[in-house]
């Protein structure tokens, strides 16, 4: 099945290489973001009614998130795409580096009861570079099928290979793994990067991912966890929880989230420096973060609106018809013990933690 | 004898033009065809080679980041003295150039700079550049710090000071596993940091081995496509050329599907009875994955210089050495093999040098302790975008190679080479 997977990443990799080849040129813009079933939800919710209302079309490329190739592109002055989908981190970092357009936020449009943009999308969504459409976050699943007996039902449960054997799947990042590790310690959710900031923290970290790390698969596309679930490889594994969702809901998987420890974030769109289509691809941000469109999309998917007058439009799950709210990361029940993935910490920490994870990952 | 030259008549071509001239003008003529017919080749190895490589060399101790942005800070700093906060013409200089790379979106690029060598410096000046266009005159000293105490720390000056030359080893000295400490003193990274070493000796000794394994591989499979009869050996020949031709990922891809522990080997020991099902080997996303999957990769780079040499080597040698007397042993050993020398020369830096730079593979099948260095030059190329310290590791690595070339030429000698 690994074979399968293998295979499919280099057709991936050939199709998006033919498709910069060619695509690039045909479309009049390119929109860049994670693959598999969220960009699936992106095309249902935003692209298709979008094309329909204004005749243009959109070049759809997959990337794994980080800003190196909108690093490649800006400073080889060849910038092929137009709109990325990123992380907050990364769209702080590539503001702050010149790698982004800014974004005047003055342009988007007011909900439907006149509340400016401003105030209606959640606190922090809107920054100079980008603008969110979603919360997602990071939390760990099992198959239900598979685990019999106790069901995991804590972070610390993740790390714990007595009670729970078995290989578990993680993103090859040092991004939330880190927070994951020392929440799985018990340290409460508000503290943990306040413990992060510090080289104790950051030692106490790496010790706790230390006691699993043979038994972790690393994984780096969004759509491997799931994939990795189904066929058995691992008992458990770190996932974007609308992957997960998906899975249940498409394709009837009795996979189970656990929500303690998760570790929310936003997604934001952003346009590269000397983006060829700034203009419509501004268009097609206002388009897109309208009201109903960010509603629209949380029926596709379960990862939570950026704008506060959304929440209450979402209704059915567009082809299952499962109620979306309590799948959503920002429900009530999963919110309980939640931590936001701290922008400012990873700006400053990045560089050292990628590069001790690395080192750490090799030995 | 040279009056008689002088004296004699000057030879002229059939047109009547002195016999020297005309010579010349032809092998001008025939030097410029020569060189037109390699021009195109010249000038496309020169801008997708040459100049790659210059500039990766220059990227390596270039770094022109914060001379460019802070130029006046960087030479007000040279009269610091090292110890307290710099004097308050320094810092209205700093903060002023601070205010204008803030509003020119540029103060991030220093912010990125100097986060590689004291991580916590991002957001320091991010933080700074925000408020940098409302500090006016006064004690600037005893505002920064209230913005920030960091900025007390004589570190951070001394590396603005350190960065504000164009030109730095730090890279160089990091791909060594060492830093500048806050005196400007080289010294060794912390431990948990410290990686590249590890690697690059990892690499050596990982390219050595699979050279030495693809020699005692091909010498064997090489001598019987080189004796046997030219029906049977073409068609053996046809067996070591397909997998050559066959794409790298496909052949990659396959060793997965026969080394994983759910895969045809493991289910074929399980259902043997060899292992139990809960004792399935782990031979791929490792090492020894890495060494397997480049083996077979690399093995006809070895194979096909070993039997371009052995086919001239004729069979009467060994025949000749015989009927003198000696044993067939003696015979392999005296006669035969210093003769296939060259081709055991030309594989083995064939394969090793590809090996040492080897990528895709390692990359697919090395999981976490299969990686080399190629692998993390790739790594500070597309993700930690450090493309500094990845020019720097690729420049060791090939200086690496050029030494190793130079030894062989002194050992072996380039010119006994033989690719075929």
């Given at each position: ?137 990071t939390i760990y699943a099992y198959d239900g099928e598979k685990m019999s007996g106790a069901k995991p039902a804590t972070m610390a449960d993740f790390f714990d290979t007595k009670k729970f054997p078995g290989k578990r799947g993680m993103r090859?990042?040092?991004?939330a793994n880190q927070a994951i590790a020392l929440a799985a310690e018990g340290v409460p959710a508000?503290?943990v ?11 106490r970290a790496f010790a706790k991912l230390d006691t699993i790390k043979n038994d972790i698969l690393w994984w ?5 966890p799931p994939?990795m679930l189904a066929d058995g490889e691992v008992v458990m594994t770190t996932a974007?929880?609308?992957?997960i ?8 998987k009795d996979f189970r989230i656990v929500w303690d420890g998760q570790v ?70 999963n919110?309980k013990n ?26 | ?260 522990t ?14 139990g099902d809960d004792q399935r080997?782990q ?138």
């Amino acid at each position: 099945m690994r074979v399968v997977k293998q295979y499919g990443m280099a057709v991936g990799i050939a199709v998006s290489a033919a498709g910069l080849a060619f695509g690039a040129q045909a479309a009049d813009l390119t929109v860049v973001s994670w693959g598999g079933a969220y960009t699936k939800s992106q095309i249902e919710a935003y692209q298709k009614p979008w094309m329909a209302k204004t005749g243009h079309k959109i070049n759809s490329e997959d990337y794994n998130g980080g800003l190196a190739e909108v690093k490649a592109q800006v400073e080889s002055g060849n910038v092929t795409w137009d709109l990325v989908d990123v992380e907050l981190s990364d769209a702080v970092l590539g503001c702050d580096t010149g790698l982004l357009e800014p974004i005047d936020a003055s342009i988007l449009p007011p909900a439907p009861d006149g509340t400016p943009a401003e105030k209606d999308f959640l606190p922090g969504t809107i920054t100079d570079c980008a603008v969110a459409t979603i919360v997602w976050s990071t939390i760990y699943a099992y198959d239900g099928e598979k685990m019999s007996g106790a069901k995991p039902a804590t972070m610390a449960d993740f790390f714990d290979t007595k009670k729970f054997p078995g290989k578990r799947g993680m993103r090859k990042t040092p991004k939330a793994n880190q927070a994951i590790a020392l929440a799985a310690e018990g340290v409460p959710a508000n503290h943990v990067y306040e413990v992060l900031g510090t080289d104790a923290g950051i030692n106490r970290a790496f010790a706790k991912l230390d006691t699993i790390k043979n038994d972790i698969l690393w994984w780096e596309a969004g759509a491997q966890p799931p994939q990795m679930l189904a066929d058995g490889e691992v008992v458990m594994t770190t996932a974007y929880n609308g992957r997960i969702f998906n899975a249940v809901a498409s394709e009837g998987k009795d996979f189970r989230i656990v929500w303690d420890g998760q570790v929310w974030d936003i997604d934001l769109w952003a346009i590269p420096k000397g983006a060829k289509n700034k203009d419509l691809a501004l268009e097609f941000v206002k388009f897109s973060t309208d009201t109903e469109r960010l509603a629209d999309q949380a029926e596709w998917i379960s990862y939570g609106p950026a704008r506060q007058s959304s929440i209450p439009l979402i209704g059915k799950h567009a082809e299952a018809g499962i109620e979306m709210g309590p799948h959503m990361p920002t429900a009530p029940d999963n919110f309980k013990n939640a931590l936001q993935n701290d922008f400012e910490f990873w700006a400053d920490h990045q560089d050292e933690l990628n590069e001790r994870f690395a080192a750490w990952l090799a030995k | 004898m040279a009056q008689a030259v002088l004296d004699q008549p000057v030879l002229t071509a059939a047109d009547g033009m002195p016999l020297r001239v005309a010579l010349r003008r032809a092998e001008r003529r025939k030097r410029l065809t020569a060189f037109g017919l390699v021009a195109p080749l010249l000038i496309f190895i020169l801008i997708t080679f040459a100049m790659p490589i210059l500039d990766m060399v220059l990227r390596s101790v270039h770094d022109p980041v914060v001379s460019e942005i802070f130029p006046r800070t960087g030479a007000a700093l040279q009269s610091w003295d090292g110890a307290a906060m710099p004097d308050e013409p320094t810092l209205q200089v700093f903060v002023e150039e601070m205010a204008k790379a803030y509003d020119d979106r540029t103060v991030g690029k220093v912010a990125t700079r100097m986060n590689y060598e004291i991580p916590g410096t991002h957001s320091l000046f991010m933080k700074t550049g925000r408020r940098a266009d409302r500090l006016k005159d006064g004690d600037l000293g005893a505002a920064l710090i209230e913005i920030d105490k960091d900025w007390e720390s004589p570190e951070i000056w001394a590396t603005l000071e350190r960065l504000s030359s164009p030109y730095t080893l730090s890279f160089y000295l990091a791909a060594l596993d060492l830093q500048y400490n806050t005196q400007g003193e080289i010294v060794a990274q912390p431990e948990e940091r410290q990686i590249y070493k590890m690697l690059f000796w990892r690499t050596l000794w990982v390219s050595l081995l699979i050279t030495g394994i693809c020699l005692l591989l091909a010498y064997p499979i090489s001598y019987l496509l080189a004796t046997l009869p030219t029906k049977t050996s073409n068609l053996l020949m046809i067996m070591v050329l397909l997998p050559f031709w066959t794409s790298l990922l496909v052949r990659t891809t396959s060793w997965i599907v026969l080394l994983q522990t759910e895969g045809v080997l493991n289910d074929l020991m399980v259902w043997t009875g060899l292992i139990g099902d809960d004792q399935r080997l782990q031979m791929i996303y490792n090492m020894t994955g890495t060494v397997v999957a480049m083996v077979h990769i690399l093995l006809p780079f070895m194979v096909l210089p070993l039997f371009s040499v052995m086919k001239t080597i004729s069979p009467s040698y060994m025949r000749a050495a015989e009927s003198l007397g000696a044993t067939p042993a003696r015979a392999f050993w005296r006669i035969y093999f210093p003769l296939t020398i060259p081709g055991i020369g030309a594989g083995s830096l064939l394969v090793f040098i590809l090996a040492i730079g080897y990528y895709i593979t390692p990359a697919l099948v090395g999981g976490r302790t299969g990686q080399l260095i190629s692998n993390f030059i790739a790594f500070h190329m597309q993700k930690s975008l450090n493309w500094g310290l990845a020019a720097a590791l690729a420049g060791l690595l090939l200086l690496g190679v050029l030494a190793l070339y130079w030894l062989y030429n002194r050992l072996v000698g380039i010119d006994n080479m033989k690719l075929g």
